[in-house]
């Protein structure tokens, strides 16, 4: 695997050998915003501000839909591109808050999973 | 490891052995929801109007504060507690929501950080 | 004052003597989606998803601007034209909630600065 | 009427006497917040923020309903008052941002409704 500390294919940064993980999804979002001096716009606040707007841009797909034809949106090719780009803008997001207040985001989601059995039992548990 | 499909820890559920992986980690959640039967509440619409309600109660630790005192939010036992629990809460809905359509989140993530950096290429490149 | 029940206007439903106060902008907006047939997609649920949704365009505008240029963003003329727009956009999905819940938006502000006089009093009080 | 710039009931400030309308609500807020020096918490960016959380307390109360119970929400009492309490919160939210940036809230939405008049004209207008 590549070093995701060097990525070495020319100036645009771009790594075909990132692997599908968190890990190295938020080492190549946190790369691109260095590389472009963003860091000065990433405080948390903004942050945690983007992804509220990104997830109001996710639920505006949805907004006049019927709950039956919302299950139906990734069908039609045009709402499925928006869908997935709006999922992964929320996600770039997440991922960059998590990024800068040192947030590990599945240990968190794990433990809120945990909270979760003991808050809501299985009838008999 | 043991099989995501089949929990062996008694009757919460509770499986320690789950890797903190997406895929774990959105299978574990799919359980959780079927078992309680909360199937028919998990609209993709209802879904991502979940997310952009949490990802709201994320901004609320923030909304008053000035950017520098948004960099020192985790300092405070009380506000890291809620800044982690609001994040598990984007990404259990997230996770869901992508559960429910069929959607990789890192596939999306990882194409559209490819779009980003073909939009925005580094000076030079 | 022309009666706002019977705009004289015109096919647009245009009514330039319509006064500009709530009850007069809440029943020309009922009139506007009652004339287009738009009842079906105004169910409550709907209306404040996108009340939420149009509150996020209007945070947009300032996600990456510092507190202080926030306070100038009325100086440029594109950013003052979107500000009214997206408030425009809020207040018109805010009154279309209260006119298919009949809740009085004016009277349900006052009672709740009565209470929060009472929570929050003046020192002395 | 009492003059909203003196309001004559003791130090909560309480104007029984001012009237419902988007002016006079509005100026109680502003005397509200400025007798609690809340000022420099104000900025727009920080005002358009609380805006957009409280309009998610508010799509909150509906986000596992159908269309159809959302339809109903105002039978129930606890709901009802949530559902005005959440619509006051958006309410002042709104004017107080209207009142930092000089912004018309009326005409604001008058004016967009005359533009939309023109982008969704009736059938043979």
Sequence with gaps: ?????TPPNGPTGQD???????????????????ARDWGPFHTPKNLA???S???SELVE????????QSTRVMEDE???????????????YLLQLCEVLGVDALAAL?????????????PGA
Excluded: C, G, Y
Aim: hydrophobic fraction near 50%; charge should be negative.
């Design 78 to 92: 045009d709402s499925a591109h928006r869908v997935e780009d709006e999922i992964a803008d929320v996600l770039a």
């Design 49 to 51: 501000t983007a992804l």
């Design 1 to 5: 695997m590549t070093d995701p500390a």
């Design 16 to 34: 075909p050998a990132a692997p599908l993980d968190v890990a190295s999804l938020q080492a190549r979002l946190a790369r691109f915003a260095a």
């Design 110 to 122: 794990s433990a809120k999973i945990d909270r979760n059995e003991r808050r809501f039992p299985l």
């Design 61 to 68: 797909i949805f907004q006049w839909l019927t709950p039956e």
């Design 53 to 55: 707007v990104e997830a």
